[in-house]
């Protein structure tokens, strides 16, 4: 069976011309009619990870419209926004419903070029953005790992960046969004408000996000200046996060979680600003002609079939250990461009592909400050485990946003990927989820594809009362999508 | 919903007194599933099948189901399916027969027949439009060895074995792309109460083994899966042997 499409991968279909007229006509939505006024599709549908495909029929409303004449299509299994499906499990899929891909609605309608204000459609992705922002002097207010997701993903999920324990969430930058609701009426939603507190990491079960307005950061130039340190040890590497965090807007340390014996949680340190004019006297007289140019570099994509096992512990041991070495013990103030800072991995387009079709999952899990004690125990277990996973982070969280189901609390958060065959990882997973919720933390449902649904409550406090708003709002249950099934959110 | 080790939360079984089905279906509740419908012939074997899942922890039900009456199929798996969403359906039903007796009882091996292969075409077309329906779900079909070639000693039960694995094969593929995984198991003799007395063939395995075979197949989205793993190389062998020399083989 194929692994399923990505988001990105949905065919635009035909142009939308004039309003959806008989869009909320069943099969006007499975595409038997081209004149319908949006593209769509029946389709398999999987997250980043690639790990549990379903089926669904994608509809991809190009305006408001379209959306709201789109809810038509979610009757009998329910229906979820999409955006660009960077969740890495089952948040964006809904099997046997439909699935609303939101990339179509993708306009820019203003921005604030003095206050940094930006009213945008939540498809819009933050690389466009980037695109548009930059030479204006803006910047997005947060940006997770990769800026291939939308506006919308990032209010779902309320995404966090290396900057959470300045900044917050996505959300506390948002002043407000256009919300449909199951009753097909369209409301504009503040932060303060219940809604907004369900929404803002509701997994897209509270409704579909239509557009947002929220505020953006100034910056003078697209490069980074950036400090790295490496870190011997795991207490070295809490120690120096602890110490010196709060000097930096970005921190992040990347650590090897292979490495074993005294050697385990050793790690790399980048942490770092958006660099000021000055700061660039030292480039080439190109890069200060244009010191807010945007040029992500892209290199040739991944291929479309690799051999499962490619990434062993060997390959990946390796890996580690080059990118350990070739780090500097110190360094200070180097000029990185902002891509290659935040987003590394956008590089390489369909990367997620070098797992084989068995695909991979990432665990990501936060416990609080006070409990350094189990993030120790779980790294020393991940590291006995021999994980293969190359990408590991740990971060230092600020302080919990309002989000109900918004991930972020206090505390130490650490993310790692592996491939789905590990053999064991299921079991390893599962107790490391009772440590990780005895220790009064969460597990990250944007990346989550596999949590035991027992646990989902104890993680996440705040659950009864999402449910009893969804159930006051949405008593159909119109919004529902694999994570929801399978957690009961 | 399964997870993405391909665990699912509700399980189907047809069959639900089989050794194998009762392994696997023990392995499956021990990670995620907490749904359990037990289909069968009605019998205290089936209930206590049920009672020592719900022992485990699993919510269990059973509903009575006859391999030999495909009229009823449709009621009786359409009620499961109307209760919510099975992300697993283990169609293991099967019956041996009696080889040196059914070659002199026509009807008898007819049985063997419309057990294994048409009770299993009706309930696998109704179990895959309902799956297909939900956008979602495995349909593991418990095929055989016995399958991949018909020998002397067991052409009967082989036959209708190798009708169910091409017939599943094909649905597999005609699923493709609906969500929809069908997967065929191909286990060698298992020591279960259908071989019980029999002589052990090599390679021989148990109900755990071919559970555990299952459970990984699962995770991988496998298409077809046999137990041991080491008779798909012994098989594609023995598929090669000319027909005079396979005839004297002591299979
Ligand atoms: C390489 C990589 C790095 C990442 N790094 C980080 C990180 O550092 N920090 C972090 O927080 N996350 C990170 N993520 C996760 C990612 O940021 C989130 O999953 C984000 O939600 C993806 O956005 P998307 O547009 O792709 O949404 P999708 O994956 O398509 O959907 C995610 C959720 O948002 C909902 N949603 C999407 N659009 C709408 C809408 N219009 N209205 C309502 N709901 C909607 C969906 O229903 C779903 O529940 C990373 C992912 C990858 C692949
Ligand atoms: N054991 C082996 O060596 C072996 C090898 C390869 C493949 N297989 C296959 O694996 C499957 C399970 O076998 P097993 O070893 O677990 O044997 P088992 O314990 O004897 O199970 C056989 C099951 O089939 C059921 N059954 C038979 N006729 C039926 C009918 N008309 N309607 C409904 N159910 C019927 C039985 O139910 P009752 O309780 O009502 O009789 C029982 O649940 C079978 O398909 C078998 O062919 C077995």
């Known amino acids: ?489 | 919903m399964k997870d993405a080790f391909g665990a699912p939360q509700s399980l189907l079984v047809l069959g639900g007194t089989s050794d194998i089905a009762q392994a696997t279906a023990h392995r499956l509740v021990a990670r995620r599933t907490r749904t359990v419908w037990l289909a069968g012939r009605p019998s205290p074997a089936l209930e206590k099948s049920a009672e020592s899942l719900r022992q485990q922890g699993a919510d269990t039900r059973t509903v009575a189901f006859d391999a030999l009456d495909p009229e009823a199929h449709e009621t009786a798996l359409g009620k499961v399916f109307a209760e919510g969403d099975i992300d697993m359906v283990l169609l293991a039903f099967g019956t041996l027969g009696d080889q040196a007796r059914d070659e002199a009882d026509p009807l008898a091996a007819a049985r063997v027949a419309q057990t294994n292969y048409t009770g299993a075409v009706s309930a696998g077309l109704i179990c895959a439009r309902a799956l297909q329906t939900q956008g979602h779900g495995s349909l593991v079909v418990l095929s055989s060895v016995a399958a991949e070639r018909a020998r002397r000693s067991n052409f009967i039960y082989g036959s209708s074995k190798a009708g169910l694995d091409a017939f599943t094969q094909g649905l597999g593929d005609a699923l493709h792309g609906t969500g929809v995984h069908v997967m065929v198991v191909r286990p060698g003799f298992v020591r279960s109460k259908m071989t019980a007395g029999l002589q052990e063939a090599p390679l021989a395995t148990t109900p755990e083994a071919v559970a555990a075979a299952i459970e990984t197949g699962l995770r991988r989205r496998a298409e077809t899966v046999w137990v041991p793993g080491r008779l798909r190389l012994v098989m594609s062998a023995l598929r090669h042997v000319p027909r005079p020399v396979f005839r004297r083989l002591p299979l």
């Open chain 1, 1 to 489: 069976m194929s692994a399923g499409v990505s988001g990105a991968a949905v065919s635009p279909g035909p142009a939308a011309s004039g309003p959806a007229a008989h869009a909320g006509d069943h099969a006007a939505a499975h595409g038997s009619d081209p004149a319908s006024g949006y593209a769509s599709d029946y389709a398999p549908v999987s997250g980043w990870g690639r790990t549990a495909p379903t089926a669904a029929l994608v509809v991809r409303p190009r305006s408001r419209e379209e959306a709201v004449a789109s809810l038509g299509a979610c009757a009998g299994r329910g229906g979820i926004a999409r955006g660009l499906g960077r969740a890495y499990g089952d948040a964006a899929q809904n099997a046997g419903g439909a699935v609303l891909d939101m990339t179509g609605l993708d306009r820019v309608h203003t921005i604030d070029a003095d206050t940094g204000t930006v009213v945008c459609d939540a498809g819009v992705s933050l690389h466009r953005l980037m695109q548009v922002l930059l030479p204006l002097g803006w910047f997005v207010p947060v940006t997770p790992g990769t800026r291939h997701v939308t506006v919308g993903g990032a209010i779902g999920a309320d995404i966090h960046g290396k900057n959470h324990h300045v900044s917050g969430s996505f959300s506390r930058h948002v002043r407000s969004l256009d919300l449909l609701t199951a009753d097909g009426s369209v409301r504009t939603v503040r932060p303060g408000s219940r809604l907004f507190d369900a929404t803002a990491g509701g997994m897209g079960l509270t409704g579909i996000i239509l557009k947002a307005t929220f505020r953006c950061l100034p910056v003078a130039t697209s490069f980074m200046s950036v400090d790295t340190e490496r870190a011997t040890d795991l207490d070295d590497l809490m120690a120096r996060l602890t110490a010196t965090d709060d000097r930096y807007r970005y921190s992040v340390a990347w650590i090897d979680l292979l490495a074993r014996g005294a050697a385990t949680g050793r790690a790399v340190l980048t942490r770092g600003d958006h660099a000021p004019l000055e700061a660039l006297s030292g480039l080439p007289a190109r890069a200060r002609r244009d010191p807010l140019a945007f040029r992500p570099r892209q290199l040739p994509a991944a291929p479309a079939f690799v051999p499962e096992g490619l990434l062993s512990r060997t390959t990946v041991g390796l890996f580690n250990e080059f990118w350990y070495r070739k780090a500097p013990r110190l360094r200070r103030g180097e000029l990185q461009r902002l891509t290659s800072f935040f987003h590394p991995l956008d590089g390489v387009p369909h990367w997620n592909r070098v797992y084989g079709r068995g695909g991979f999952l990432q665990y990501q899990f936060v416990v609080g400050y006070g409990q350094e004690e189990v993030l120790r125990a779980i790294v020393h277990r991940i590291a006995g485990h021999r994980c293969p996973s190359f990408l590991a982070v740990l971060k230092r969280f600020g302080e919990a946003d309002p989000g109900w189901l918004s991930f972020p609390l206090p505390g130490w958060t650490l993310a790692l990927d592996v491939p789905a065959g590990l053999p064991g990882l299921a079991a390893l997973l599962d107790s490391l989820d009772e440590e990780v919720a005895a220790a009064g933390g969460r597990v990250y449902l944007a990346k989550d594809s596999r949590l035991r649904p027992e646990l989902l409550t104890a993680m996440y406090p705040r659950l009864p009362a999402f449910r009893a708003l969804r159930a006051e709002l949405d008593p159909e249950g119109l919004f529902r999508s694999d994570l929801s099934r399978r957690l009961g959110l």
